[in-house]
């Protein structure tokens, strides 16, 4: 069974601090990895996807891989209230064609005024 | 740009009904995607589509589960004889490589 993991949480940063958000899986093979951000009640919405070792930077946002680790991360730099969601790690299955998702349970955030 | 769409947002049915539910893609997306949603737990996949092809079945979809995608365009999803653990929110996604979009979703409810 191929599985992504997520740190615990919740987690709760005060507005203006970075947030870790971490993530681990299993399968040697996958290539590529995404974060998503969920609202309460709301679906699924892409924020950043990341290809290869290293850092990838979009804004607030950093999503770090280390493959040797089998780890992955997203940092949100300057929190906002705005951020608070529930933030999902999600990795195809390697091999094929590389398309469905395996996603973790998600950690919850909370950014506090 | 619309994005992916889903229809109905929301159903109610009672237990041993059927239901069914349409999800509209992106239109230049020729993948498409379905996933189930339970509270407190992430997406979990139950089949894809590759134009109109269904190349994958999850084994999370029993045989009262069946999804079409005719001609490329359009999907559906039909539960029959539902029960009440399949009180969930059903998401539909589309991508035209590894990134997946996703609809806003159809939350069932089973009484």
């Known amino acids: 069974q191929k599985e992504v993991e997520q740190n615990s949480g919740p987690l709760s940063v005060p507005e203006g601090a970075i947030a870790s958000l971490n993530c681990t899986y299993s399968?040697?093979?996958?290539?590529?990895f995404f974060w998503y951000r969920q609202y309460s009640g709301k679906s699924p919405e892409l924020i950043m996807s990341?290809?290869?070792?290293g850092d990838k930077e979009d804004g607030r946002f950093t999503a770090q891989l280390n493959k040797a680790s089998q780890y992955v991360s997203l940092l949100i730099r300057d929190s906002q209230p705005s951020d608070s969601a529930t933030y999902l790690c999600?990795?195809?299955?390697?091999?094929?064609?590389?398309?469905?998702?395996?996603f973790g349970k998600g950690t919850l955030l909370t950014v506090n005024p | 740009d619309t994005g992916v769409s889903q229809n109905p947002r929301h159903k109610i049915t009672k237990r041993g009904q059927n239901v069914t539910f349409r999800c509209d893609p992106i239109?230049?997306?020729?993948?498409l995607y379905w996933y189930r949603q339970t509270l407190g737990q992430g997406p979990e996949f139950l089949t894809y589509?590759?134009?109109?092809?269904?190349?994958?079945k999850s084994r999370l979809l029993s045989d009262r589960f069946s999804a079409e995608r005719p001609k490329g365009s359009f999907s559906t999803l039909e539960i029959q004889r539902t029960e009440q653990g399949d009180s969930a929110m059903y998401l539909c996604?589309?991508?035209?490589?590894?990134?997946?979009?996703f609809g806003p979703g159809t939350r069932l409810t089973v009484t």
């Open positions: 996604a589309s991508s035209s490589l590894f990134e997946q979009y």
């Open positions: 399968d040697r093979g996958s290539q590529s």
């Open positions: 990341i290809y290869s070792n």
């Open positions: 999600a990795g195809p299955n390697s091999g094929g064609s590389n398309y469905k998702l395996t």
């Open positions: 239109s230049e997306h020729n993948r």
């Open positions: 589509f590759q134009n109109e092809a269904q190349l994958e």
